[in-house]
């Protein structure tokens, strides 16, 4: 009798633990899923505001410095080379655009060495970027030219026309004192004729120099001008870059 109430108790515990056990697996199973919700933020777009540009007019000027030496012995076709603008260059509405200290880069195009007793050498170039103080950047299409604007002008195929000369390719040319260079405007492919000022210092006897054959050397701190084929429009100059 008593093992037969023992064996009961037993059973009504074993149940009692059965009965929780599935209530309790089913309200796992019941259990709702709770999903995170996600939310998107969208970045509001900041319009820039439109920057005003100024154009810098076909035929403007620009006053530069050579920055390093070319020579038409050691120079080859494609080479890039420096000059630093020496005057601010203004928009045709008077705005400062590109200032002084801007670098204006130059390429040459052909070259053509000094022979020995016979022509002197020539180097023919181009310009094709103008960088300003703040990083700013434009290509440009621009040509050799004399300094004083009433003696030499230039159309984009870089050549150049004067008061009484048609025609005439403005280019560095072999001649000047001490191996330095003229400007020159290559006549039929001929010898050249002086166009504007003298780049090395003295102008004497310039036909009987051009028959010595002397190499073009254009030196560092040589001045002359670039002649602005295209008109570019650009932002008033800053110091900051905007």
């Known amino acids: 009798m008593k093992k037969l ?3 009961k108790f037993l059973t009504a515990i074993l149940a009692t633990f059965f009965v929780f056990g599935t209530v309790d697996g089913l309200a796992q199973k ?4 709770i999903r995170k919700k996600t939310t998107t933020v969208r970045k509001a777009t900041v319009a820039r505001p439109t920057v005003k540009l100024y154009t810098v007019q076909r035929g403007e000027r620009f006053r530069v410095r050579m920055e390093e030496t070319i020579n038409s012995k050691t120079a080859r076709v494609g080479d890039r080379f420096t ?4 005057e601010p260059v203004y928009s045709s509405t ?6 002084t200290g801007s670098i204006v880069t130059g390429r040459v195009n052909s070259v053509r060495a000094a022979k020995k007793g016979g022509d002197p050498g020539q180097i023919d170039v181009s310009f094709v970027e103008v960088k300003l103080p703040n990083g700013t950047r434009r290509a440009i299409n621009g040509s050799l030219t004399d300094l004083d604007t009433k ?3 230039s159309d984009n195929e870089g050549v150049a026309s004067g008061d009484d000369r048609k025609n005439d390719k ?3 040319i072999g001649g000047g004192a001490a191996g330095g260079a003229v400007l ?5 492919g001929g010898k050249g004729a002086l166009i504007g000022g003298i780049l090395g210092a003295g102008a004497g006897l310039l036909g009987e120099r051009f028959t010595k054959g002397e190499d073009a050397e254009v030196k560092s701190g040589t001045e002359f001008g670039v002649y602005l084929n295209q008109s570019i429009s650009m ?3 800053n110091e900051v870059n905007p």
């Open 170 to 172: 403005i280019i560095f």
């Open 151 to 153: 003696k030499a002008k």
């Open 83 to 86: 000059t630093r603008v020496t």
């Open 5 to 7: 109430r023992n064996f």
């Open 235 to 237: 932002p008033k100059f």
């Open 94 to 99: 008077g705005v400062v655009v590109i200032p």
């Open 30 to 33: 019941r259990r709702p899923v």
């Open 184 to 188: 020159g405007g290559a006549i039929g």
